[in-house]
């Protein structure tokens, strides 16, 4: 039985990934890369990505940080990378003095400028506080980037969507949590890939 449920998952994962559209992946691998270094000069510009999701997302982000400031496979320049939800007690204090729905606004007016990217990571779409993110990040000249999962009922209690809103998109046609998670790891370290690729290409 467990065996079943681990090809079912299996089969799933590999229908899901097989519809993303792979270029969508290298477009943004192309922004971030373009963002943080002179495409001229080859130096960094002083950009940086900033990243955040809930729950599960949220330790995605977190994944992601780790694998652009530490190693994803080989030794290279780090890529400035920041999860907005990487402090549990700047966290629980905005929650506390403003509610959840601006964890990441608060972050964005602190630390964001005009020039770097927000990517957005949602399994659902629906997240008020993701939407508020996506919105501010707009507002600051902040260019934004958003992983998803498939729009459901558009008679959804939040009825406004993520889908839409951000300047670059990858929706994943899936309702399952599971499987969007894992298409979405897949296209950061897709993206991861991209990136390390392009340091050592160029002795970063």
Same mark, same amino acid.
């Given at each position: 039985?467990?065996?079943?449920?681990?090809?079912?998952?299996?089969?799933?994962?590999?229908?899901?990934?097989?519809?993303? %559209?792979?270029?969508?992946?290298?477009?943004?691998? &192309? @922004?971030?890369?373009?963002?943080?270094?002179?495409?001229?000069?080859?130096?960094?510009?002083?950009? &940086?990505?900033?990243?955040?999701?809930?729950?599960?997302?949220?330790?995605?982000? %977190?994944?992601?940080?780790?694998?652009?400031?530490?190693?994803?496979?080989?030794?290279?320049?780090?890529?400035?990378?920041?999860?907005?939800?990487?402090?549990?007690?700047?966290?629980?204090?905005?929650?506390?003095?403003?509610?959840?729905?601006?964890?990441?606004?608060?972050?964005?007016?602190?630390?964001?400028?005009?020039?770097?990217? @927000?990517?957005?990571?949602?399994?659902?779409?629906?997240? &008020?506080?993701?939407?508020?993110?996506?919105? &501010?990040?707009?507002? @600051?000249?902040?260019?934004?980037?958003?992983?998803?999962?498939?729009?459901?009922?558009?008679?959804?209690?939040?009825?406004?969507?993520?889908?839409?809103?951000?300047?670059?998109?990858?929706?994943?046609?899936?309702?399952?949590?599971?499987?969007?998670?894992?298409?979405?790891?897949?296209? @950061?370290?897709?993206?991861?890939?991209?990136?390390?690729?392009?340091?050592?290409?160029n002795g970063n």
């Amino acid at each position: 039985m467990n065996q079943d449920v681990t090809k079912q998952n299996a089969s799933q994962l590999i229908q899901v990934i097989s519809t993303i %559209d792979h270029r969508k992946i290298e477009e943004i691998a &192309k @922004l971030i890369k373009s963002t943080i270094y002179n495409p001229v000069t080859r130096q960094k510009t002083g950009r &940086k990505l900033l990243i955040c999701g809930n729950g599960g997302s949220a330790a995605q982000a %977190d994944h992601m940080m780790g694998e652009l400031i530490g190693r994803y496979k080989d030794d290279r320049t780090p890529f400035p990378c920041l999860n907005l939800a990487a402090s549990a007690a700047t966290t629980t204090c905005i929650t506390n003095d403003y509610g959840g729905d601006y964890i990441f606004t608060r972050n964005l007016e602190a630390l964001g400028e005009e020039g770097d990217i @927000l990517m957005v990571l949602t399994t659902s779409g629906y997240s &008020k506080n993701i939407m508020e993110a996506v919105t &501010k990040a707009k507002e @600051l000249g902040i260019k934004t980037v958003s992983l998803l999962g498939q729009k459901r009922d558009p008679k959804h209690p939040y009825q406004k969507a993520v889908h839409g809103l951000a300047d670059y998109e990858i929706e994943i046609p899936s309702l399952s949590t599971a499987r969007t998670q894992e298409a979405h790891i897949f296209i @950061l370290h897709s993206i991861c890939d991209y990136l390390e690729k392009f340091s050592l290409e160029n002795g970063n």
